[in-house]
């Protein structure tokens, strides 16, 4: 599941800024690491699930950061 929108994040405070930069960096790694094992597999079932949370991840980690 990924985050489709942007949310507010006017006020928040360091601690919660420094979090929400921890999670999206997080989402980037695991995108890299699904499309990484996407590559690897040959069964087309499971290429599709790892391509779908590969997107899903970089989904969400973009929406993070334009919220910041």
């Known amino acids: 599941m990924a985050l489709k929108n942007t949310i507010n994040l006017n006020n928040i405070t360091q601690q919660e800024l420094n979090s929400v930069k921890e ?14 094992y996407s590559n690897q597999i040959q069964d087309p079932q499971f290429k599709q699930l790892f391509q779908q949370s590969s997107s899903d991840a970089q989904t969400t980690a973009t929406n993070l950061i334009n919220s910041l």
């Open 23 to 36: 999670i999206a960096s997080a989402h980037l790694t695991m995108s890299k690491k699904f499309e990484q």
